[in-house]
């Protein structure tokens, strides 16, 4: 089972400042099959990224994903307020699919 | 895009199996590249991916519960469902249904299910 490990934890920024999320993979990610979403209290997760940059349908371009590997990031190049939430990664390059525990982007 | 909502109690007694269904609608659950899944959220916690379902009847579970689950899918209503048997406490969660075997486009909005006699 692949193990993501996602940091920091927590992440207290500002709106227009530059959040950068890192998960880092126990073993290779094929194909960079990674994902990344967001969810927000009381709402179900929404896709953004997907093949570690590739955006979902309507996700505006200050998202972005990089990576390879073992090591992956998510950047969100200006911060609005609707973008403060939990972000998760997923690696579908292996059964069972797998998520990082999470990182917080709090005001 | 699809709409997904699951249903089915929301008290479950330990020991007993908890039964989720999950209706697709504005698509067909036997489309092209669909697999289906469920994924769980533990208050509080992360996610969980319990296992997907292909609409030919291709399943693929979460080994840490395989012994106790069972995902079925019902193309004649559109429907796909899980059981799983034997619940503690520790099965209660939110529980999603979610288009998608690989990464995953459309979730429904989630049910919490509590174990507790």
């Known amino acids: 089972e692949i193990v993501l490990t996602q940091s920091p934890g927590t992440l207290s920024l500002s709106p227009g400042e530059r959040a950068t999320l890192s998960c880092r993979a126990s073993?290779?990610?094929?194909?960079?099959?990674l994902a990344w979403y967001q969810q927000k209290p009381g709402q179900a997760p929404s896709l953004l990224i997907y093949?570690?940059?590739i955006r979902a349908t309507g996700i505006p371009d200050r998202f972005s994903g990089s990576g390879s590997g073992t090591d992956f990031t998510l950047t969100i190049s200006r911060l609005q307020p609707e973008d403060f939430a939990v972000y998760y990664c997923?690696?579908?390059?292996?059964?069972?699919?797998?998520f990082g525990q999470g990182t917080k982007v709090e005001i | 895009q699809v709409q997904l909502q699951e249903s089915g109690p929301g008290l479950v007694k330990p020991s007993q199996t908890l039964s989720l269904t999950c209706t697709v609608s504005?698509?067909?659950?036997?489309?092209?590249?669909?697999?289906w899944s469920w994924i769980r959220q533990h208050p509080g916690r992360g996610l969980e991916w319990i296992g997907y379902?292909?609409?030919?009847?291709?399943?693929s579970y979460n080994p840490s519960l395989k012994s106790r689950l069972t995902i079925s899918v019902d193309t004649s209503t559109n429907q796909f469902s899980l059981k799983l048997s034997s619940v503690t406490a520790a099965d209660t969660a939110v529980y999603y249904c979610?288009?998608?075997?690989?990464?995953?486009?459309?979730w429904g909005q989630g049910t919490l299910v509590t174990v507790s006699s």
């Open positions: 073993q290779r990610v094929d194909s960079n099959y």
């Open positions: 504005g698509g067909s659950l036997s489309g092209d590249d669909y697999y």
């Open positions: 379902i292909y609409y030919s009847g291709s399943i």
């Open positions: 093949r570690a940059s």
């Open positions: 979610v288009s998608g075997g690989y990464y995953f486009d459309d």
């Open positions: 997923q690696q579908y390059s292996s059964l069972p699919r797998t």
